[in-house]
């Protein structure tokens, strides 16, 4: 007889999902089965949730349990899993490399050309149980808040995107105040990056970015990022400019507030193609453009370990919200209405509210 867990699942090619009992996956030879104590909601979630392009064009067959930000204990183990034991306390790299493509070989397995994406690609993680081989599964401190082992893939993300040049004693900007962008508000605080810029158009992530360190915040609905920043600048700009929005006006501000020769680390994905100046904001600026995907595997995962563990970075302000899996469609609704930063939901109902 199948053993069954609940899940939230991607039910059809549409908006929505359900919560359904669906069969616990059983680990393969190279994989361990972790039983997920707290999941953490994402940006690439409300896409699928919302059903846009960006859906449609990735995300896997349907139905299938979404969600890729986790921490768990493995209660069963592979054949051949030789690293993990039974009753490890984990989180989940998300991007599975093939390990024999020239980037897996080379040491960016994050940029592997045959990538499985869990939550995206391959079941996810908003269920009791999730399967993932053992290469994928970082094994945490066993006094690691739950709530903060499970948001350290997307911490990851900031963490790449912050660190990816230096920083300290440079003066930043980071534009967008999304949960990634509050992370590397804290992240480039704690490596002595000043002063430190936020621009958002929301009031309620413009004040968790003070909470996070930003010396000055701007609301670019009231006054032009641009022009603020050139004047408390110099007229130089930020040396270092942390691209977050995704959003084509912020895109260009970033740029236009980028000093000349300057560093800007691009995470944030537009929806669609725009029109965009590139011989005045790139060629003529001699800019320096990183483009960032995922974590470097597993270099990033190190620095995160460090950051939050050695408490160099408080992230407890922008863990907003607990609750139950079941409650995961006013999960969805907060963080739409921007009114969340991260909420942790629970299969568990007993954790719910708690840290341990």
């Not at 690609?121 to 009791?128: D, H, V």
């Amino acid at each position: 007889m199948v053993e069954l867990m609940r899940a939230v699942v991607k039910p059809a090619r549409v908006p929505g999902a359900e919560l359904r009992d669906v069969p616990i996956p059983v680990p393969s030879d190279h994989d361990v089965l972790i039983r997920v104590k707290a999941t953490s909601m994402c940006g690439t979630d409300l896409h699928i949730f919302r059903w846009d392009n960006w859906a449609e064009e990735n995300f896997g067959p349907t139905p299938m349990v979404f969600g890729h930000e986790y921490c768990g204990e493995v209660v069963e183990v592979g054949r051949d899993v030789a690293r993990v034991k039974v009753g490890d306390f984990v989180s989940g790299e998300t991007h599975i490399g093939c390990g024999h493509c020239h980037l897996c070989r080379t040491g960016r397995q994050h940029l592997c050309i045959n990538m499985d994406l869990v939550g995206v690609t391959r079941p996810g993680c908003f269920a009791e149980y999730i399967c993932i081989p053992e290469q994928n599964a970082w094994i945490n401190p066993p006094d690691l808040p739950i709530d903060i082992a499970a948001i350290q893939e997307p911490f990851g993300n900031a963490v790449h995107t912050t660190l990816s040049g230096e920083i300290a004693a440079r003066s930043t900007l980071v534009m967008g105040c999304g949960p990634i962008g509050l992370f590397s508000i804290g992240i480039a605080r704690a490596s002595g990056a000043s002063p430190i810029w936020a621009v958002d158009i929301n009031d309620y992530r413009l004040e968790l970015a003070r909470k996070m360190g930003a010396t000055h915040v701007i609301d670019s609905r009231e006054e032009d990022p641009v022009e603020t920043i050139m004047a408390e600048s110099d007229g130089e700009g930020a040396e270092v400019v942390l691209e977050l929005s995704g959003a084509p006006s912020g895109i260009r501000q970033a740029f236009g507030a980028l000093r000349v020769g300057g560093r800007i680390s691009m995470l944030g994905l537009p929806a669609n193609p725009f029109e965009f100046d590139f011989s005045t904001l790139i060629v003529l600026k001699g800019a320096n453009v990183h483009g960032i995907y995922g974590r470097k595997m597993f270099d990033t995962w190190y620095r995160t370990s460090t950051l939050l563990g050695n408490g160099l970075v408080d992230v407890s302000p922008l863990i907003t919200h607990h609750m139950p899996l079941e409650e995961f469609e006013q999960g969805m609704d907060l963080l739409l209405r921007g009114q969340a930063a991260k909420v942790i939901l629970y299969p568990d109902s007993a954790h719910t509210g708690s840290r341990m």
